[in-house]
C-alpha cells in the first residue's frame, strides 16, 4: 500500500514574524509552497477464511510506509483504469475504478486474484491459477504489458468488485510531499476456500520487483490480535490509518471460533450508525462514507505523544462538499520517531478529558439529515 502518512506533525499555530524594513529591499516575498495533489489510490484489508488478515511488510528503502506492514494496494493506473479527473465528483468517492484499482494491485502485491469464476454456480468461486500462471501474470501486468481486465476475462473470471466494502476513505496531510487519497475496503475470502488455506499466519508471498527494487519482503495472514499485539510490544510498524482500521476490526474477527458470526457481527457493525457515542454530527456518516484527513490537535501528551483528530475530511474535499467528514469520536496517539510512528493507540477522544478543552477546533462539520440514519446512542465500542 502506498503511504498516506509519511510524516505526520502536530499542528501548530503560525509563528509570530517580525518584519524588518530593509532600505533599496527589492526582494519578492517567499512564495507559499503548494500542498500536492492527493493521488487516487486503493487498498483492501483481505480477510482469509479463518478470518485472519493480510499484511505486507515494506522495505526499509521504501519511500512509502518504510519499513511498516500495510494492506495490499496502491495508485489507480490510467492503463488498467478510469483515474478520476482531478476535480471530478468522484475524485475522492467509491467507483469501479477505485474497486478495479484495489483489486488489481492486491493481485500484483500479494499474488491474490478477487475474481469470479464466470458461469460459477452463484456460490462466490474465486477463480484458481497455478503458481507460474499467477507469478507470470504479475510481472506482466504490472509492467503494462497486458491489461488487468484482458487478463482477468482470458482465464474465465471478472473482478469481484462486488466484494469490496468500502471501510473510510483516507486523505493525507498537506503538510506530507507524497500524498493521496486512499478508498479503503474490506474482502471476506469465501468460508472454507483453498485460496488463502495455505497462506495462512506464517506463510511468505513473494512479490514482483519494480521502482529498481522490491517493495515488499512477505505477506501473511495472521490474528487481528496478533498483529495488534506485535505492534504494541514494538515489533512491528502500523502507521495510524492501519492501527486505526485493525483496532476496529479486532472487536468482531476474534480468533479461532464461529467465523461465519464474526463476520456477520463485523457486517453490522460498518452498517449501523451511530459509528460513536454523545451525538456528534459526523457519527451519523456511515463507516463506507467517511473520509478522514488526520490533524494534530496542538496537544502533547505527558508520556509525550501527540494527539490526532480524525474528524476532518482534507481541504479538498470539504471544497467539493461540506457535508463530508471522518470520525470525531475517536483519536490517535502517536510518537513520532526516525524509524516511524510509535506507540500509536486509539482511543475515544472523552478519554483526554480537560486535554480537550485546550485543543483547536480541527474542523467544522455540517452533515444533513438522512432518514436511515439511526439517532440512538451505541454501546462503547472503539
Known amino acids: ?76 493506473s490510467k492503463f488498467h483504469e478510469a483515474v478520476p479527473a482531478e476535480d471530478a465528483q468522484d ?33 462466490g468461486d474465486l477463480v484458481e491459477l497455478s503458481p507460474g500462471e499467477v507469478e507470470e501474470a504479475r510481472k506482466k501486468i504490472h509492467g503494462n504489458k497486458v491489461r488487468f481486465g484482458d487478463w482477468v476475462e482470458s482465464v474465465g473470471g471478472t473482478p469481484d468488485v462486488d466484494g469490496l466494502i468500502p471501510f473510510t ?41 519494480h521502482d529498481g527494487g522490491i517493495e515488499h519482503t512477505a505477506a501473511a495472514f495472521d490474528d487481528v490480535s496478533d498483529w495488534l ?32 458470526a464474526q463476520r456477520e457481527a463485523l457486517l453490522d457493525f460498518l452498517k449501523k450508525t451511530p459509528t460513536g457515542p454523545g451525538g456528534h454530527p459526523t457519527a451519523s456518516i456511515p ?17 509525550g505523544r501527540n494527539v490526532l483528530s480524525l474528524e476532518g475530511p482534507g ?7 461540506p457535508t463530508r467528514a471522518g470520525d470525531h469520536s475517536r483519536v490517535v496517539l502517536v510518537k513520532p520517531t526516525k524509524r516511524g510512528p510509535s506507540e500509536v493507540e486509539i482511543i475515544w477522544r472523552s478519554e483526554l478529558g480537560d486535554e480537550a478543552n485546550s485543543a483547536k477546533v480541527d474542523y467544522e462539520v455540517v452533515v444533513s439529515k438522512h432518514p436511515s440514519r439511526d439517532p440512538k446512542p451505541v454501546a462503547a465500542k472503539l
Open 169 to 209: 476513505r483516507w486523505v493525507t496531510p498537506p503538510n506530507v510531499p507524497k500524498r493521496f487519497t486512499t478508498q479503503m475496503y474490506v474482502y471476506m475470502l469465501p468460508l472454507g476456500s483453498s485460496i488463502a488455506a495455505e497462506r495462512d499466519a506464517s506463510t511468505v508471498v513473494h512479490t514482483p520487483t
Open 229 to 260: 499485539a506485535r505492534q504494541a510490544r514494538g515489533e512491528i510498524i502500523l502507521f495510524p490509518p492501519q492501527l486505526y482500521l485493525l483496532t476496529l476490526l479486532g472487536q468482531f474477527l476474534t480468533g479461532p471460533g464461529d467465523y461465519a
Open 315 to 321: 481541504k479538498e474535499v470539504k471544497t467539493q462538499d
Open 1 to 76: 500500500m502506498l503511504s498516506l502518512f509519511a510524516a505526520v506533525r502536530r499542528a501548530r499555530p503560525p509563528p509570530t514574524i517580525i518584519a524588518m524594513s530593509r532600505p533599496n529591499s527589492t526582494a519578492p516575498p517567499a512564495a507559499k509552497k503548494v500542498p500536492m495533489v492527493p493521488k487516487p489510490s486503493s487498498s483492501i484489508m483481505v480477510l482469509s477464511p479463518t478470518n485472519q488478515l493480510l499484511l505486507l511488510h515494506r522495505v526499509q528503502t521504501s519511500t512509502s510506509f518504510p519499513s511498516a506492514h500495510v494492506f495490499p494496494g496502491g495508485n489507480l
Open 287 to 303: 463507516w463506507g462514507e467517511k473520509v478522514i484527513s488526520p490533524v494534530g490537535l496542538g496537544i502533547k501528551r505527558a508520556d
Open 91 to 123: 475524485r475522492h468517492r467509491d467507483s469501479e475504478a477505485y474497486r478495479l484499482g484495489a483489486i488489481r494491485e492486491t493481485f500484483e502485491e500479494a499474488g491474490i486474484l478477487l475474481a469470479k469464476k464466470k458461469g460459477g454456480n452463484g456460490n
